[in-house]
């Protein structure tokens, strides 16, 4: 069965440009997460969705970040415009509220450089 | 979630048990203790998690205290591929809440 999967996995734009990041969940996962993980840090959620519905978005910072998930199973983070401070890894993770026993399965992550 | 206190680093002799310590004094009932690791340039990886009694699975065992305000992560024979940051999280199991992750304690396993 194949994992989530992210793209791309390296990112290295100059600030001001947008940037996008996609992910695929496992399949049959209904529940969605896109977290930001700074250098020597944990992760951090900065939105979960349930289906298509976001139901935690409150970590978003909606002025530059946005995000979606279309038919609730593919899913995008958006940056625009990019701030040096963007430079991170951005992390998806999917689980399944009717099968496992809730554990989150991640992707390899994207890593964002703004120059 | 409530939050965990773990140490910042350890080291393991490889072919050793490695046991990482979690604090977790303000855990609710509803709430369980997860681990999960993180290997350098990966996402974090579901390792194991309980409630209340000790769990074993392939990669690990977990023993949480009568009291549920510590826990321990065994790694039976530690191996080099083992070393990687290892985060102790408790959360309520059903609902897809979010995992809330610290800092992590950051394992070495020496040849």
């Known amino acids: 069965e194949a994992g989530v999967v992210q793209s791309p996995r390296y990112k290295i734009i100059e600030k001001k440009q947008p940037v996008a990041f996609w992910c695929n969940p496992i399949?049959?996962?209904?529940?969605l997460y896109w977290y930001l993980q700074n250098l020597g840090q944990g992760p951090e959620l900065l939105i979960r969705?349930?289906?298509?519905?976001?139901?935690?978005d409150s970590q978003l910072p909606k002025d530059r970040f946005s995000a979606e998930r279309l038919k609730g199973v593919d899913s995008t983070l958006k940056i625009q415009p990019a701030e040096l401070g963007d430079s991170a890894v951005y992390l998806c993770?999917?689980?399944?509220?009717?099968?496992?026993?809730?554990?989150?399965?991640f992707g390899e992550g994207s890593r964002l450089t703004v120059l | 979630d409530a939050k965990t206190t773990q140490p910042t680093s350890m080291d393991c002799a490889e072919g050793r048990a490695a046991n990482l310590p979690c604090n977790h004094s303000t855990i609710s009932g509803n709430e369980y203790v997860y681990w999960y690791r993180q290997i350098h340039s990966q996402g974090p990886q579901y390792i194991i998690h309980g409630l209340k009694n000790n769990e074993t699975n392939e990669m690990a065992s977990l023993i949480i205290t009568e009291d549920r305000k510590s826990s321990t992560l065994i790694l039976p024979h530690a191996t080099l591929r083992d070393t990687a940051v290892y985060y102790c999280?408790?959360?309520?199991?059903?609902?897809?809440?979010?995992?809330?992750f610290g800092t992590g304690t950051r394992l070495t396993i020496i040849p």
């Open positions: 399949s049959g996962h209904n529940t």
């Open positions: 999280i408790v959360r309520v199991i059903f609902g897809n809440e979010k995992l809330t």
């Open positions: 969705y349930e289906n298509e519905e976001a139901v935690d």
């Open positions: 993770a999917s689980s399944s509220t009717s099968v496992g026993t809730g554990e989150l399965f």
